[in-house]
């Protein structure tokens, strides 16, 4: 059920940049949030980031809060996810989602269970 693809991902040195990217076909897109998540070895799957539909609000993890920045072009049909300043506790597969429609609650929007559309992920080394 819909379709994501990410790209984007590398290995980098900590402190450097990279930027991924989400292609989603026009039927997920418009769901009202688009979202990052990342998964380490052995680790649960957690939130990273989000937007909404018109790109006005946005919401992040405080691990990442002030050096990552999600954005979006609806035209494109894209999402994407600046990370800046990266540590090497940033490596992890880091996938885009799309939620189930009509979800509510307090940051809902950071449960990976209210999310049933998923990319394949793009994996994100970073040494130091």
């Known amino acids: 059920q819909g379709q994501l693809v990410e790209s984007g991902g590398g290995s980098v040195q900590a402190g450097g940049s990279l930027r991924l990217s989400c292609a989603a076909s026009?039927?997920?897109?418009?769901?009202?949030?688009m979202a990052w998540f990342r998964q380490a070895p052995g680790k649960d799957r957690e939130f990273v980031a989000a937007?909404?539909?018109?790109?006005?609000?946005?919401y992040y993890a405080d691990s990442v809060k002030g050096r990552f920045a999600i954005s979006r072009d609806n035209a494109k049909n894209t999402v994407y996810l600046q990370m800046n300043t990266l540590k090497p506790e940033d490596t992890a597969v880091y996938y885009c989602?799309?939620?189930?429609?009509?979800?509510?609650?307090?940051?809902?929007?950071?449960?990976?269970?209210?999310?049933?559309?998923w990319g394949q992920g793009t994996q994100v080394t970073v040494f130091s």
């Open positions: 937007i909404n539909w018109s790109g006005d609000r946005t």
């Open positions: 989602a799309a939620p189930r429609e009509f979800q509510y609650g307090t940051n809902w929007y950071a449960s990976a269970s209210r999310y049933d559309a």
């Open positions: 026009r039927r997920t897109f418009n769901r009202d949030i």
